[in-house]
């Protein structure tokens, strides 16, 4: 069975410092993995996602993530933190192999906090 | 396009009662989830439809949840009886199917049930 683990489950940084949101993943084939955004009272919004090729993923709002395979890694970072990017943030992983990939195992989430 | 839609955004029921969410995917997806997210358990997949037929319902955590897809515009999950422990965002999700596992799943607003 998959898993991920998202360490830290609140991350606080200062407005204009490195974001880095950590994920761990636990998978026996090479997975599919996203991060997703969750602003308050909204529902989930995709920020990137790894299926194959390059393993530096760019997304969406200046966000990016690396595929370690060595590692089982995919952490979420962000040069720069502004304050709108708090929200919380969920990685998640799915098996190709499974119903087409499609369901996803979402990790515990981390609420990042900006702060001015 | 308007995105996923769900109805009622908040829904407060006593505990016996029937519960029934409604969504309406993004029109031409062919794929649609039912999610819930507690604090206790985070974001878990419950069922989900490709071309309305439910793919995998294992998620599905009792009887008393039930969901239908009797068209490509419209879904439906029910709880009946509703009980306390059954209060959470309920998400609604469609993906567009096209190139297969990879899609982006787009996700509603939610559900914000409380069963007293």
């Known amino acids: 069975a998959q898993s991920v683990t998202q360490l830290g489950s609140h991350v606080s940084v200062s407005e204009g410092a490195l974001v880095l949101l950590r994920c761990n993943y636990s998978?026996?084939?090479?997975?599919?993995l996203f991060w997703y955004v969750q602003y308050p009272n909204q529902g989930l919004q995709l920020l990137l996602k790894?299926?194959?090729?390059?393993?530096l993923v760019k997304g969406i709002n200046g966000f990016e993530a690396e595929f370690k395979k060595s590692e089982t890694s995919f952490h979420l970072t962000k040069p720069s933190a502004h304050m709108s990017d708090a929200a919380e943030y969920f990685c998640?992983?799915?098996?190709?192999?499974?119903?087409?990939?499609?369901?996803?195992?979402f990790g515990a989430g981390t609420i990042l906090r900006v702060k001015s | 396009d308007a995105g996923v839609i769900q109805s009622p955004r908040h829904e407060v029921t006593e505990m016996g009662q029937e519960v029934t969410l409604r969504c309406k995917p993004i029109?031409?997806?062919?794929?649609l989830f039912w999610y819930r997210q507690t604090m206790m358990r985070g974001l878990e997949l419950l069922i989900y439809?490709?071309?309305?037929?439910?793919?995998?319902d294992s998620g599905m955590p009792e009887d008393r949840f039930s969901a239908k897809m009797p068209n490509a515009s419209f879904s439906t999950l029910k709880i009946q009886p509703s009980e306390p422990r059954d209060s959470a965002v309920y998400f609604c999700?469609?993906?567009?199917?096209?190139?297969?596992?990879?899609?982006?799943?787009?996700f509603g607003p939610g559900t914000r049930l409380t069963v007293l």
């Open positions: 999700a469609s993906s567009p199917g096209t190139s297969g596992s990879t899609d982006t799943q787009y």
């Open positions: 998978s026996s084939v090479p997975p599919y």
């Open positions: 790894y299926t194959t090729g390059a393993t």
């Open positions: 998640a992983v799915s098996d190709p192999r499974l119903f087409g990939g499609n369901k996803l195992v």
């Open positions: 029109s031409g997806h062919d794929y």
């Open positions: 439809f490709n071309n309305n037929v439910p793919i995998d």
